[in-house]
């Protein structure tokens, strides 16, 4: 029998998710210290739902699938659009709402290094505002998530989709070729100027359009009305104290989805990586699945990447939350001393475990070298008629006896 | 546009999930104390592993799907296979592995009262022993993870499947009748003994055996050879501290699944409400598998069941990580300080938050209310220039000054 897991997929084990939990800890406190909620929505939504935003084409992106009843599914492949949902099914709940997700998701598409067809995302959406200090909050967010998982230095890239909607206007980009304009300044850090252009020529966009706009924002004069709001928005967020903010003029994301402020978040010295943290404001998402628009911001950091670029995607230890102690009976008229020892250890709080399997003190140190627990207590007849046991510090091998009635303190001390 | 979720799943939203993240807390606490580590596999296998433990019926169960290579999918519908797969697919691995998870899964299933299609379950599998000591340990997390998160009494029924195979073939019940005879005598909780019999009946089994078997189990007359061990596995918990363990001959769980040891939980009172967390030994699944069978033994709870039995689904509070303190600018000119003192609280560990919608007075206090929000800090130019704010109790109305200078201590007794 295979038994891979499906194309795209794998098992976290506990080396991997003792990690996640630790990450995911801290970037909960982040965003419950701003007032976000978390929400879980379904893994799989109606099918319709999903293809309203980015049309039926998405079918070739996802899990899409047919229930018993003959409904149409699909895995969700973006917490936003559930989110969307949400607010639009309830007009009436107030106003910002701030919720947060920790979550997977779904995409059918070609496995490669970090991409993976599941895929954890961290984020928020702010629901409500429209004000340059919740776009700046955005700003704030990001940084305070990725500060208190690495130390790895971030440029975060600002641009706003209005002032590129001004700059295509007055540089003469037909309004039919704007979106194909935008991908070709978007591509320009990855090919040359040549490529891109080649590639409009194919799609038979007019190229002057296209080098009016680049003349223009690689000599920095893009003077536009638009631009106050993003510089506003940007001087809020150093104001709240976000460092290394650019505006950059070639950045375009999600040209279906956004309305207003975008911004991707990339490793300094290493931007080929990609963006690990990405968002902006979509005042107009809300509006496709109920009665009227809300203006709403929000961002979404892939989790996978950032445990990639912050070098923790797993710790050394096979079974990080094995114990701290493990307790080792040596032979079988020692094991109910030494179960009863595990148990008052637990209750006191401290990881501790002792063998399952009737196994003979040499197997026994064998499995508790292998799964790397520090410190091993063993007891046999003598400790136990002595009331002691005898500490072994596995990492250097040096053996001491302890006192039963001092045992908790002793341990205490090791843990810290 | 439909904007339900799809039928049988539901939305999360804070009040939920917060609550949930605590429960979340504690069980991983408890597992992680007894030295489990955290596994997570992914929302889908393929269908031949899920279908090798159940049979192909399996798909009428399930959501079955094929991705688009024409690989035949199906989410998962119980945590165990998947982590056998992870078992038999590296033998090498040391034994015990002790695993745990806090995850969801799917069924295809009438959806009714505490039956999802898409839920949750939390439990563990310890993988390697075949000691008394490992059953016990099930029945002591057991027992842990529900006193860690209610006050609700439980009566863990516990059974054993080798028990009942030699009752069986004593009271001359033939092996092909076996699993309908089984099945018979566990549901005489819910149904008359003649409804029981009349299935049988129309099932072709001889009623004798069952009578036999019910005979002895009614009298107390089990005075078989397996009886011993499930003594021993009773008597290890109790030591361990486990109460309220009662054997019970007329419970029989996964059939097709567990080898030995069976329990179920039950509430104190309100035993028709079903088992809140079963499990129990399956020596012979691993070996499906793999190369060879390994003896394991492990539980799974229903999360969204023992959030109900605790009645403890929700909290009262709509989103119960917003802010504790609100910090109300009374105009335009307040804003930018409003923000900055919301700023510095955060920095302190506070949960706080302000106005991001340009809102006046009478609107915040709206909000706040709205949210339950239990402070607001009033800020306007007087209080600005005193250096102080106007601290409100929302539930009490009373308003007093406080000095910026004294402001954190203030809050942080508030919050104690």
Redo the contacts between chains.
Sequence with gaps: ???????G???????E??VR?EVYRKI?EV????????????????F??LA?KSGPEIE?EI?A?????G?K?G?RFDPTV?IA??V??DPSK???M??YYIT?M?R?EKPQQGRWR?FWQAGCE?I????V??DA?MLKLTQECLKRVTNTEFVIKINSREVMDELAAEAGVKEEDKDEVFRALDKLDKKTQKEVEDELIEKNVDLNGFRTMLMKIEKGEVNCESEERLMKIKRKAE???VKNLEVDYSIMRGLDYYTGFIFETLVKGSEQIGSVCSGGRYDSLIGI??KEDVPATGFGLGVDRLLEVAGITETSSS?????DFYIVPVNDSS??EA??LT?EL?EK?????TD???RGLSKQM??IN??KIPYALIMGPKEIKNSEVTLKNMETGEQIKVKRSSLTEKLRDLKN
Tied chains: 1, 2.
């Design positions: 029998m295979n038994l891979d897991t499906p194309r997929t794998r098992d976290l084990l506990p080396n998710t003792y939990n909960r965003f419950e210290s701003y007032g976000y909620g978390e929400v879980e929505t379904p893994a799989f939504e109606n319709e739902l309203a070739e899990y699938f047919e229930d018993k009843g409904r599914l895995l559930p949902r949400i639009a099914s107030p106003k910002p701030k919720y997977r779904w059918y599941e702010l409500g505002p429209s004000s200090e919740a909050e104001e709240m104290g699945y109920g079974n990080p939350s094995q114990a094991r109910n179960l009863r148990q637990r709080g401290f990881r501790a475990d399952l399997m009737e064998n499995y292998s799964l």
